[in-house]
T-cell receptor
Framework: ETGVTQTPRHLVMGMTNKKSLKCEQHLGHNAMYWYKQSAKKPLELMFVYSLEERVENNSVPSRFSPECPNSSHLFLHLHTLQPEDSALYLC????????????FGEGSWLTVV | QKEVEQDPGPLSVPEGAIVSLNCTYSNSAFQYFMWYRQYSRKGPELLMYTYSSGNKEDGRFTAQVDKSSKYISLFIRDSQPSDSATYLCAMSATGTASKLTFGTGTRLQVTL
């Protein structure tokens, strides 16, 4: 079992759909992150949660809505996305928000049609 | 100017070659430097972590930081086909992950 598990691994959704990405970490970490990875662009940090509290939101459009019910689980709710939102969405965790060694999941490939 | 520059490649080398992967940066405050390896359709995995200047070695991998030149390198000795992946550099001025700045990654192909 990997330390950070993401589901689904692949998702195709229409622009009017509502879907969610799920992340679970088995490392006992207190901080969790959502990143977006697009072709030929650096990783973009979207959200940071520390002990279930959102501590950072990097100007992400409201069509992306994160949820962190406990320190092991993180969701990204998706609603009325655009084709340019197609990307690899990576969940990550770290021991706490003050650490810079983060551990990534395998990612969820999202295609918006 | 991008804060972190990384040649996207692809870089193709024969098996057994020494590989040099590099990043340059503009923020002189950066002092934490990381290399991640990302296989196709997988998430990045932490490969090397260094603080400030100097070298760090781990098996076939050596990370080198030259803060005076704002330049970091990852060397891979005796490269193997299993090293074929995209290598991302990442760096920050503080010890917090939310302040990490990533490069775009260099795709490496090690051929038989």
């Amino acid at each position: 079992e990997t330390g950070v598990t993401q589901t689904p691994r692949h998702l195709v959704m229409g622009m009017t759909n509502k879907k969610s990405l799920k992340c679970e970490q088995h490392l006992g970490h207190n901080a969790m992150y959502w990143y977006k990875q697009s072709a030929k662009k650096p990783l973009e940090l979207m959200f940071v949660y520390s002990l279930e509290e959102r501590v950072e939101n990097n100007s992400v459009p409201s069509r992306f809505s994160p949820e962190c019910p406990n320190s092991s689980h993180l969701f990204l709710h998706l609603h009325t996305l655009q084709p340019e939102d197609s990307a690899l969405y990576l969940c990550a965790s770290s021991q706490d928000a003050g650490r810079n060694t983060i551990y990534f999941g395998e990612g969820s490939w999202l295609t918006v049609v | 100017q991008k804060e972190v520059e990384q040649d996207p490649g692809p870089l193709s080398v024969p098996e057994g070659a020494i590989v040099s992967l590099n990043c340059t940066y503009s923020n002189s405050a950066f002092q934490y430097f990381m290399w991640y390896r990302q296989y196709s359709r997988k998430g990045p995995e932490l490969l090397m972590y260094t603080y400030s200047s100097g070298n760090k070695e781990d098996g076939r991998f050596t990370a080198q930081v030259d803060k005076s030149s704002k330049y970091i390198s990852l060397f891979i000795r005796d490269s193997q086909p299993s090293d074929s992946a995209t290598y991302l550099c990442a760096m920050s001025a503080t010890g917090t992950a939310s302040k990490l700045t990533f490069g775009t990654g260099t795709r490496l192909q090690v051929t038989l």
